[in-house]
């Protein structure tokens, strides 16, 4: 595919992976486009190899035409967009007749712009009338967010600009790997070294983050709300507490005391496996320090307890003072590029725009009102994403699958499970730029834009609103999501509720976030590009925007931030004879989630061609493998084959895959889908697992 021409030359975008959202823009030299950084508050001309590549993306094979199988068994044809969108809406049609409204499902993404993810809530409300909806920001922040909510009142990713990380006096960084998941983070954390601030690294791997670090705490896997609830208990037991800020600005202490008063520092040591003087060490260092933030990354979210065990970490922050103040706070290093923005307007299960709740009244009015329909006639809340995946195909469940912005066959835990409940629908439709490995398995293949090929909003790890101009357009037989939105939902004889337009689109989001939670109501296309960004809540057109929600007060009613007992429950499958090494995953720097871009870049692959599993050299040898030895990982789900990479940066008792391949090195053939009670986030960061070795080829 021939590089597409410039159409906005002076037009400035973001980078279409994470949620640092660097600032780009593009240039054209000997008929290619190369990426290159622009001046911007977060990035500051930073950008890392993925950005760097990233226009690579505009020549990388990609589907042209719809694809449509016309039987199950018959292979993906090119078809026509009529007749591709005729066929999807008979599939619809067919699927509601038999099955009733809920019969069609939607699943969408956390790198979908803010207008998608706002029209993707109202498509399945309006254009479908379906509850079943979620996305995969619930494989990714559902913790984070429902534990930020529930001490805070408020989910913003970080409740403070990055501008105020190298302040911190102390940073205790909780299973994230910045170095390789958000690289161009990494220049506030060396200026907070430079300071002479302290770092700390909770993380069961010596990652290139931890080996920044004045201290590395290389927990077990699922130990996370012992670790938060021993230095809890040092704090207290130390006198580090700040009694001020815990009297005036908080309740619930006393149960969160309570609690880690049974975790003294050598059962602490016994569960994490993290020495007490450290764990001491880790206490003093962050209580001692005028400032200190906490920032939690998916090792402790993605687990069976993981909103227990961010809420652990909040206690911790809490009872130190550290919150709520300059340079203070804890937050949670979204992934995701839309991490954020993907949460706020819709398409999750229980939510409509503004972060609004689907199961409050008033609040389905205030958006009905907006959307022009009767709140009467708006479903109630859905299943979270795996268990939507459950009724795919089930008796009664869903017949017809929409997805749009997520690999699910690669994203989703227990790979053969979804693979399973996918092929049981009578009808799967996958809109994406690339022929993903989910897109393969659909009966409808639906080609659509991305990134700097269409205009729209993000919102960046911060809370940061900004604006992805459009500089190139999309090849020819390539709609927008916006468009193909648009294209079904007026064939449904709901085209009158949707726009093509993300303008238009973005300025209805504004209205129906206006009073919520997440309010954009003050933000314009014109204040993002003149500001560098707004963060929100913004709720007038002459608001300054929010980059410090907590200064004055928290979001509660009352004001005050909320303690929350925890409790270090059991891990869902802990290592046993049959099983005895313990596996979790992560990513690596070359990679970007499910792969589906980046694998797609030839600089990257060849950076990181395969998956791969880490394991330390002594475990290594005592089953007998060397180092790149092919090996079979088999857990109770799955098995995944393997080139071994033996390391000395790991525990002896884990092993370490990175979860950005398909095929037969898919982590996710081995991860458990069991789910926290409260954010349904899947455990994808520990299970059992054992290895083996694999005869040659
Ligand atoms: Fe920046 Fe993340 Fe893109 Fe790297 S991948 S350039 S850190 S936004």
Redesign the pocket.
């Given at each position: 595919i021939a590089a597409p021409p410039l159409c906005n030359p002076t037009g400035g975008t973001?980078?279409p992976?994470?949620a640092?959202?660097?600032a780009m823009r593009l240039v054209a030299k000997d008929g290619r486009l190369e990426v290159t950084p622009r001046d911007f508050p977060t990035?500051q001309g930073?950008?890392?190899r993925?950005?760097w590549t990233a226009a690579d993306l505009f020549t990388a094979d990609r589907p042209l035409t719809p694809l449509l199988r016309d039987r199950r068994d018959a292979p993906l044809r090119p078809a026509t967009w009529e007749e591709a969108l005729d066929h999807v809406v008979r599939g619809i049609g067919a699927a509601q007749a038999a099955g009733g409204a809920d019969a069609v499902g939607v699943f969408g993404g956390g790198a979908l712009t803010n207008e998608k993810a706002y029209a993707l809530g109202k498509f399945a409300r309006v254009g479908l009338g379906t509850c079943n909806i979620d996305y995969n920001g619930r494989f990714c922040m559902a913790s984070a967010a429902a534990a930020g909510n529930r001490a805070f009142g408020l989910d913003r990713g970080l409740p403070f600009p990055l501008q105020d990380i190298p302040e911190a006096e102390a940073i205790l960084i909780a299973g994230g790997n910045p170095a390789e998941t958000?690289?161009?983070?990494l220049q506030y954390l060396e200026a907070q070294r430079q300071r002479g601030g302290q770092l700390i690294v909770a993380d069961p791997r010596r990652t290139a983050t931890a080996a920044m670090a004045t201290l590395h705490l290389q927990l077990t896997p699922g130990s996370d709300a012992a670790l938060a609830n021993g230095l809890l208990h040092i704090a207290v037991r130390d006198r580090l507490l700040d009694e001020d800020f815990i009297a005036a600005r908080t309740t619930g202490f006393p149960t969160a005391r309570r609690a880690a008063a049974a975790w003294w520092p050598d059962r602490v040591e016994r569960a994490t496996g993290v020495p007490e003087r450290q764990l001491v060490q880790a206490a003093h260092l962050l209580g001692e320090a005028a400032t200190a933030m906490i920032l939690t990354g998916r090792g402790p979210e993605q687990q069976r307890h993981g909103v227990a065990n961010a809420l652990g970490y909040i206690n911790l922050a809490l009872a130190l003072g550290k919150a709520g103040r300059q340079a203070c706070g804890w937050g949670t290093l979204t992934g995701q590029g839309n991490g954020q923005g993907g949460r706020e307007h819709g398409q999750k299960a229980d939510q409509l725009p503004g972060y609004r709740n689907l199961a409050d009244p008033a609040h389905r009015a205030a958006v009905a009102a907006i959307w022009g329909v009767d709140p009467a006639t708006l479903p109630g809340p859905g299943p979270s994403a795996c268990e939507l995946l459950d009724r795919c195909g089930a008796p009664d469940g869903i017949r017809a699958l929409l997805v749009q912005g997520c690999n699910l066959l690669v994203a989703a835990p227990n790979t053969n499970r979804v693979r399973e409940r996918l092929a049981a629908l009578d009808m799967l439709v996958v809109a994406d730029p690339f022929l993903s490995e989910t897109a393969a398995l659909a009966d409808v293949v639906l080609p659509v834009a991305h990134w700097a090929e269409e205009a729209g909003t993000i919102t960046n790890l911060e809370g940061r609103v900004l604006l992805r101009d459009r500089l190139v357009a999309p090849p020819p037989g390539v709609l927008t999501d916006l468009e193909l939105l648009q294209e079904i939902a007026e064939r449904l004889g709901r085209g009158k509720f949707f726009s093509a337009d993300a303008r238009d689109v973005f300025e209805e989001l504004r209205r129906a976030s206006a009073g919520g939670i997440a309010d954009y109501a003050g933000i314009t296309w014109e204040r993002i590009v003149a500001e560098q960004g707004v963060f929100w809540p913004c709720p007038t057109p002459g608001h300054p925007g929010t980059p410090r929600p907590f200064q004055e007060r928290f979001a509660t009613p009352d004001g005050r931030a909320r303690f929350h007992a925890v409790e270090q429950p059991l891990s869902a499958e802990p290592p046993d004879q049959e099983y005895p090494l313990l596996l979790t995953t992560g990513r690596v720097l070359a990679q970007?989630n499910s792969g589906t871009q980046t694998r797609r870049v030839q600089a990257l692959l060849a950076a990181d061609p395969e998956a791969f599993v880490e394991i330390h050299g002594e475990t290594a040898r005592g089953l007998g493998i060397a180092e790149g030895n092919m090996v079979r990982l088999v857990t109770r789900r799955g098995a995944a084959a393997l080139r071994a990479r033996l390391v000395r940066t790991i525990r002896l008792d884990t092993v370490f895959v990175p979860f950005h391949w398909g095929g037969l090195g898919n982590a996710n053939l081995l991860t458990n889908a069991v789910l926290d009670p409260v954010s349904r986030i899947p455990e994808f960061k520990t299970c059992a697992v054992r290895v083996e070795c694999m005869p040659p080829a």
């Open positions: 973001h980078c992976y994470c640092m959202q660097c990035s930073g950008l890392c993925k950005g958000l690289p161009v983070l970007y």
